[in-house]
């Protein structure tokens, strides 16, 4: 978002038109894409080579889960997660603190959801239950 230093986002969803389109809100609210991926893998590695400034993660991916997928993220990229996902339910089951939006989304969620993960500065998985929507 303008002004908080973070720019850059990865987008890690395997449903190609549901990327487009959070990438089109994303673009609108003043973030580039730094790259997208499908599946666990390419999440990784993609955070390893792209060096994002957040990433916002599916829970259902091609291969493996966001999950999953940010829990080894983290393990070489100190980025923040943000979930939207469908599953919301099987996110707070794996990673009961993390921040997660429910889909469908709205641009108003995104950014709030956004704000919420930025502003804890913290690994998503250390945060309170509550911050999940």
């Not at 673009?27 to 990433?55: K, M, N, W, Y």
């Not at 259902?60 to 979930?83: C, H, Y």
């Not at 469908?104 to 502003?119: A, C, K, M, N």
């Amino acid at each position: 978002m303008q002004g908080s230093g973070i720019d850059r986002v990865l987008i890690v969803e395997d449903d190609f038109l549901a990327a487009m389109m959070l990438s089109q809100m994303l673009e609108e609210i003043g973030f580039e894409i730094c790259g997208t991926a499908a599946s666990e893998d390419d999440a990784v590695q993609a955070a390893i080579d792209l060096r994002p400034h957040l990433v916002i993660s599916d829970f259902r991916l091609k291969s493996g889960d966001g999950v999953s997928a940010s829990e080894r993220i983290r393990d070489f990229v100190d980025v923040p997660v943000l979930f939207v996902s469908g599953s919301s339910d099987e996110v707070r089951g794996r990673a009961p603190a993390a921040v997660c939006i429910d889909k469908p989304y709205t641009l108003d969620g995104i950014r709030r959801g956004i704000l919420t993960v930025l502003s804890a500065q913290a690994p998503v998985i250390e945060m309170s239950p509550a911050n999940c929507n």
